[in-house]
């Protein structure tokens, strides 16, 4: 009977186990699903941060995006941006020996100055100079961006941006590429030994007609094997005045310029002045410049000083600057623009490069005009003048000097010769007496054509000539410092003993 009663109990109590397992099965199942969800949580995280951040978006504020994108681009050190330090203010501030307006009298009176420190010797020990302040060697060859601040304090303002003497490699320039647009006040950019590469002189051409109120460009020092400098003033380029001394430019790199300068379909109509001074240009690479002055009417101050230039160079240079023949190609484009300029149906051909220099020269005049118009503190009558005169500019500077008066010589069609550009600099070539020779012919020329009252210039107004293969007493150059002399806008004629100007 008691293993017939203790049966059912047996029983029971096993199918009470099974249900307990169940049950904690089912925790056991609840436990893994919640350390299953952190897991996951995690998961999603690493793949968030694997995720490429969404690009920067500029917002004109130099000093955060520059450093926003450094940091977005990884890199390593991001160089610090700071403004240009200036010279110290003079003591006194210019103010000595005028009382204050109010309550002079009440001015406290001026505390003595210390005594002097005295050293071990019992000299007195003389205090750091004012006039410059020290850094720490390792921070003061350190990368870093130095800008000029239209506003103090207001970065938002910046107008002007050097770099001295650091590598602006593919990734840099990527970011100036994407910040220097956004800046609306600059208007000059300084990179001096910076290590440019044809890659990156590339790209800074590509994105600098984006930055609207840009007009100078330095590059000193810089050495680009590929010579690609012709980039930088292309159709599209806004450069007013572009430096590129000690870049060691050969005559490939010159040869590239001037035909960018101007050619018989084309010119360059924004370079003001152009600095190649201390390369390595020789005559193959000034006839190249020479050729380009023949059709450009913008460029007013050219510096070629310190240059491999002999007689041959300075001879196309006099002859672009006084009267040439022309060419083949420029009799056939003279021809062609006669015949548009005759014609009812007027052919508006982008190649034309009358309406070239027209749209072209509008645009300066209408850049001249806003500069002009923007001083503050000035009548409304002078900002009305300015726009007039900007008006009248563009009206006269709009004719192409293929459609000059031609004189017919020797079966061949002379023009009048390039009267825009009024400073030369040839100091520090290889020129003898020969090239001073057509030089003298080409100011002689000039003087000519002014005195008949011909419109397309002045003509050179300095000319430098200094420390080439001839003596300073030549007598040729005695002839052209003379000559030179009165035209140079800064000449003040001797006063004669009445004191009146001779």
Known sequence: MDTKHGAPSHASSHLHGVAQKVRMGKKVEKALTKDKNPSSATHLEDDNANKTPEPYKCIGN????????????????????????????????????????????????????????????????????????????????????????????????????????????????????????????????????????????????????????????????????????????????????????????????????????????????????????????????????????????????????????????????????????????????RRRLISDRGSPDRNKSEYSMESEYGSRKASVAADAAKTLGKTKDKKKDKGKASAQEAENMDGHDQINPLLEVADYMDGQSWIAGNRTLIMLNLSRNLISETGLSSLLKAIQYQTTLTLDNRSGGTGLMKLTVDKNKMSGDNEILAKLNEKMLTKDPFYKPPLTPEGEAA
């Open 62 to 333: 130099f000093l955060t995006d520059f450093t926003e994108l450094c940091k977005q681009n990884q890199m390593a050190f991001v160089p610090n941006v700071q403004t240009r330090p200036k010279l110290p203010a003079p003591s006194g501030g210019g103010n000595e020996g005028k009382p204050d307006k109010k309550g002079d009298k009440k001015q406290a009176q001026p505390e003595p100055e210390p005594e002097p420190e005295l050293n071990q010797d019992g000299e007195p020990i003389e205090p750091p100079p004012k006039t410059y302040t020290t850094k720490d060697k390792y921070d003061y060859f350190k990368p870093s961006v130095q800008v000029e601040l239209d506003n103090n304090d207001k970065w938002d303002t910046v107008a002007e941006i050097y770099i001295r003497g650091w590598k602006i490699d593919d990734p840099m320039m990527e970011i100036f590429h994407q910040c220097l647009p956004t800046l609306d006040k600059l208007h000059t950019i300084n990179f001096w030994n910076a290590g440019l590469t044809a890659t990156t002189l590339r790209l800074l051409a590509s994105f600098l007609p984006q930055c609207a109120n840009l007009k100078n460009v330095i590059l000193d020092g810089n050495t680009v094997k590929e010579e690609n400098w012709y980039e930088l003033i292309g159709e599209e380029s806004l450069i007013q005045s572009l430096s590129l001394r000690y870049c060691q430019i050969t005559d490939k790199g010159a040869t590239s310029i001037g035909h960018c300068l101007g050619s018989a379909k084309k010119a360059n109509t924004k370079l003001v002045t152009l600095n190649l001074g201390g390369n390595s240009i020789g005559d193959p690479g000034v006839e190249a410049l020479a050729g380009g002055l023949r059709m450009n009417r913008t460029l007013m101050a050219l510096t070629l000083a310190n240059n491999q230039i002999g007689d041959k160079g300075v001879a196309k240079l006099s002859e672009a600057l006084s009267r040439f023949p022309l060419s083949h190609e420029e009799v056939v484009e």
